[in-house]
């Protein structure tokens, strides 16, 4: 067991919380897939409890590597851009749109998700392993996904018409990029 502990380890224990976001990820889209979404919310807030102590395990026993940084932006995109942007789709798009105004849907829905992964290349482009900022430029990911839950539960309790759901996706999308300073935690 002495790889959980080791910093060369692929499956070292930082690692391994990486591994259960990505499931939890991967069984999140698949329960989307099933109009299942209280299922998939939960298991994409599981996922987000694992990526926010992957990083905290990492830092504590020094086992922050290449790899574990690219696994990490590889889960949040799963997890922080691909699931929300799905389960807005399947749940809200689909059900209220049709021609003209689903393919509006649809182009946002791809401007959010090549948003996400741009910020997440860039982050990995521009970090050094092991090193923390005090100040994320841009919205974080995870941060755009709870964003996107609450524009979710807005349409889903009848407080923001659909369009208005298109509208705060592409804010959301742009400010995954934008020069907005957010506080590390």
């Known amino acids: ?3 959980l502990y080791n910093s060369s380890s692929h499956f070292n224990l930082a690692n391994m919380f990486t591994f259960v976001n990505i499931t939890a990820g991967l069984m999140a ?7 299942n979404f209280f299922v998939a919310i939960v298991l994409a807030w599981i996922g987000g409890a694992f990526d926010i102590f992957d990083g905290k395990i990492a830092r504590k026993y020094n086992l922050s590597n290449e790899f574990g940084v690219q696994l990490d932006s590889f889960a949040d995109f799963l997890s922080f851009v691909l699931v929300p942007v799905f389960l807005i789709f399947q749940s809200v798009y689909v059900i209220n749109f049709s021609n ?8 946002v829905s791809i401007y959010y998700v090549i948003s996400g992964l741009r910020r997440l290349i860039h982050f990995n482009i521009h970090t050094d392993v092991g090193e923390v900022d005090k100040f994320f430029t841009g919205v974080p990911t995870p941060l755009g996904a709870i ?3 609450l524009t979710y539960l807005g349409s889903s309790y009848d407080f923001l018409p659909a ?3 298109i509208t705060l996706m592409a804010i959301i999308g742009w400010s995954l990029n934008s020069k907005v300073k957010v506080p590390h935690p």
């Open 147 to 149: 964003l996107l839950w």
């Open 100 to 107: 003209m105004s689903m393919l509006l849907a649809a182009i």
């Open 1 to 3: 067991m002495k790889f």
């Open 29 to 35: 889209t698949y329960f989307i897939t099933q109009n």
């Open 163 to 165: 369009v208005s759901v």
